[in-house]
């Protein structure tokens, strides 16, 4: 890949990179502060607790997205950013220009999909 190609994914890898880490510490602190309302019924602590177990789902993806950017900067830094980490051929770049955080190429990330590809350490 040419370094005007890498350089482009790298900024737009870093820019997501912030923003994931800033809502991350957003969604952990609105976390912190629904169970600081004294709810006093079954209803409101009931809301409360829907509201406490979606926010720990949503930090959960970001945090795991958070991982998936941060593992393709590290590849970038590497030299290996844009091959397939099981298959060592080259991204399509049209996959990489929608998923640039994207560890397979479209052909294995078919095959783990479908259990037939075992998932490669980060």
Sequence with gaps: MDKKKLDYFKKRLELRQVDLRRTVSRTEQDGRTVD???AQDIADRAASSYTKEFLFHQ???DRQLLQMVE???ERIREGNFGECIS???EINAKRLEAVPWTRHCIECQEKLEQGLLEEAPR
Aim: net charge negative; charged share 25%.
């Design 36 to 38: 600081e309302d004294s």
């Design 71 to 73: 593992t393709a900067l």
């Design 87 to 89: 298959c060592g051929k």
């Design 59 to 61: 930090s959960n993806n």
